[in-house]
């Protein structure tokens, strides 16, 4: 389970150090920073897919993404006795990630490149990437050092082992370097880290996949768009807990009975409803329906990931079905590490209500994203490695 996550300039993360629980909420106003807390997660997890640099790009490159405002702010500047100002950085352009789990931590470093005649002259590069035993970086928990192109790996005995020369400034070690016999480490990280599952596409428009009977085949992990609904609900109702997915459908919609409907490899859903004299199929149901029923689908999956992240999740959903949601999200947060981004007051009061909840909610202070209630040495210990 991830304790901490750490962002340092991006976007409107100047510096933000977040403790995490097993069900963790944010919230906040529009423009608190919310959507940006949820990117840098997606980059972080883009680092073991050999994705971190491309995803930058798709963001408008490096400098667009980087925090906009003053390296440092006075006191008279956030009392609002004098305008915010800057004077020449003296600090390196650098976006740096981390997170730390109950074993292991990581820490990526990202700048831009010297000087050079390219039309990628703006392409950033990874200037120094960490593997540590946790809770905080030091030089006696390091056990993988990436500086520039050059990676060592602490051996049994504390001694250091270079594995290899050359690496590209755009490959992260996760990516790249894999060998079981001389970097477990990196392994481990690598494969935790390619297990987070992100949800904030699940379809119900009226061409979504999900709503068409669609080839089934054994589908214990949703898709993110969710056009294997079918096929994900039936090997739920087949090798998972079968009990808990018909008492799901019957919180969120008393009196209901979910069916799978066959035809040869064809595979669809069907949802049978008191007073109704047949079942109506996915084509039929309203988007709300169909979206809590793709939610039941990705919480109560029979392949809990390390962390799931749910952006969103009230997105077409009535007021009177925000509890259900709320209690099926809980009861995923017993087996996975779940993250929720949520504007709906009435699923966060929900959410709160469980007592393993970690409420974040944000708020901007000239321009930076801060946690309501924490200050400066209220986070969790974070250091960061230097270049």
């Given at each position: 389970m991830l304790e901490t996550l750490a962002i340092s300039n991006y976007r409107s993360l100047r510096e933000l150090i977040v403790p995490l629980g097993p069900l963790n909420v944010v919230t906040g106003a529009n423009g608190s920073g919310k959507s940006s807390l949820y990117r840098a997660l997606r980059l972080l997890a883009d680092t073991a897919q050999g994705g971190v640099i491309a995803s930058l790009a798709r963001e408008g490159g490096l400098p667009s993404t980087l925090w906009a405002g003053p390296e440092t702010t006075s006191r008279r500047m956030r009392k609002g006795e004098v305008p915010v100002q800057g004077g020449p950085r003296k600090q390196s352009v650098r976006l740096r990630l981390g997170f730390a789990a109950h074993d292991f931590g990581y820490a990526i470093d990202l700048g831009l490149p010297q000087p050079m005649t390219t039309a990628f002259a703006l392409d950033p590069e990874i200037k120094r990437e960490c593997i540590f035993g946790a809770p905080v970086l030091r030089l006696s928990t390091l056990l993988v050092d990436r500086h520039a192109s050059h990676v060592r790996v602490r051996r049994a005995d504390g001694e250091w082992d270079d594995v290899t020369q050359g690496l590209s400034?755009?490959?992260?070690?996760?990516?790249?370097?894999?060998?079981?016999?001389?970097?477990?480490?990196?392994?481990?990280?690598?494969?935790?880290?390619?297990?987070?599952?992100?949800?904030?596409?699940?379809?119900?428009?009226?061409?979504?996949?999900?709503?068409?009977?669609?080839?089934?085949?054994?589908?214990?992990?949703?898709?993110?768009?969710?056009?294997?609904?079918a096929a994900a609900l039936q090997t739920l109702r087949e090798v998972g807990d079968h009990e808990t997915l018909d008492a799901a459908v019957d919180d969120?919609?008393?009196?209901?009975?979910?069916?799978?409907?066959?035809?040869?490899?064809?595979?669809?859903?069907?949802?049978?409803?008191?007073?109704?004299?047949?079942?109506?199929?996915?084509?039929?149901?309203?988007?709300?329906?169909?979206?809590?029923?793709?939610?039941?689908?990705?919480?109560?999956?029979?392949?809990?990931?390390?962390?799931m992240v749910l952006n969103e999740p009230e997105t077409s959903l009535h007021p009177d079905l925000l509890p259900a949601l709320a209690r099926l999200i809980a009861r995923a947060s017993q087996r996975t590490q779940v993250w929720v981004v949520s504007h709906a007051a009435a699923l966060v009061a929900a959410l709160r209500e469980d007592p393993a909840c970690r409420?974040?909610?944000?708020?901007?202070?000239?321009?930076?994203?801060r946690i309501v209630g924490q200050e400066p040495l209220d986070g969790p210990q974070w250091a960061w490695p230097s270049r």
């Open positions: 400034s755009s490959e992260s070690v996760l990516a790249e370097i894999g060998d079981p016999t001389r970097t477990p480490e990196v392994l481990l990280v690598r494969d935790r880290v390619r297990s987070w599952r992100f949800y904030d596409s699940l379809r119900t428009d009226a061409e979504a996949p999900a709503r068409q009977m669609q080839i089934g085949t054994r589908t214990p992990v949703l898709a993110h768009d969710g056009r294997d609904l969120a919609f008393p009196g209901a009975r979910l069916n799978i409907r066959q035809d040869g490899v064809r595979l669809g859903v069907e949802l049978e409803q008191p007073g109704l004299l047949r079942p109506l199929d996915a084509a039929e149901l309203s988007d709300g329906t169909l979206r809590y029923l793709l939610w039941i689908a990705a919480l109560l999956t029979p392949r809990p990931p390390e962390l409420c974040l909610e944000l708020h901007k202070e000239l321009g930076q994203t």
